[in-house]
């Protein structure tokens, strides 16, 4: 079992940036990947960036190359995500996930099924 729980969302003008986090507790040394998803109203929940805890390979979806980045300290369990630069678009319920099944492996790191764990998520709203 892996808990998640998400921090640092709020509201922020558009340029501004936000530091999300996602404590990870539980039996954290079973999880293969870990990613940011976000979905907004009426959209479907996409994969925003993902790390590998082991090797600390990252991926990103091409629309936050660049703006957002992704990191870890595995001391404190915790998941990061720096987003700079935030435009009204950014707005959504940002979510934390672990797999600990090895299946979002690859191209496989953006698809929401692969994971088996989520936090509660975190809102984001940038306003123009």
């Known amino acids: 079992q892996v808990q998640l729980v998400e921090s640092g969302g709020g509201s922020v003008q558009a340029g501004g940036s936000l530091r999300l986090s996602c404590a990870a507790s539980?039996?954290?040394?079973?999880?293969?990947?870990m990613a940011w998803f976000r979905q907004a109203p009426g959209k479907e929940r996409e994969g925003v960036a993902g790390i590998n805890p082991r090797n600390y390979r990252v991926d990103y979806t091409d629309s936050v190359k660049g703006r957002f980045t992704i990191s870890q300290d595995n001391i404190k369990n915790t998941l990061f995500l720096q987003m700079n630069s935030l435009k009204p678009e950014h707005t959504a319920m940002y979510y934390c996930a672990a797999d600990t099944r090895g299946l979002a492996y690859g191209y496989n790191w953006y698809v929401p099924d692969k994971y088996n764990y989520w936090g509660q998520g975190t809102q984001v709203t940038v306003s123009s």
């Open positions: 539980g039996y954290t040394s079973s999880m293969y990947r």
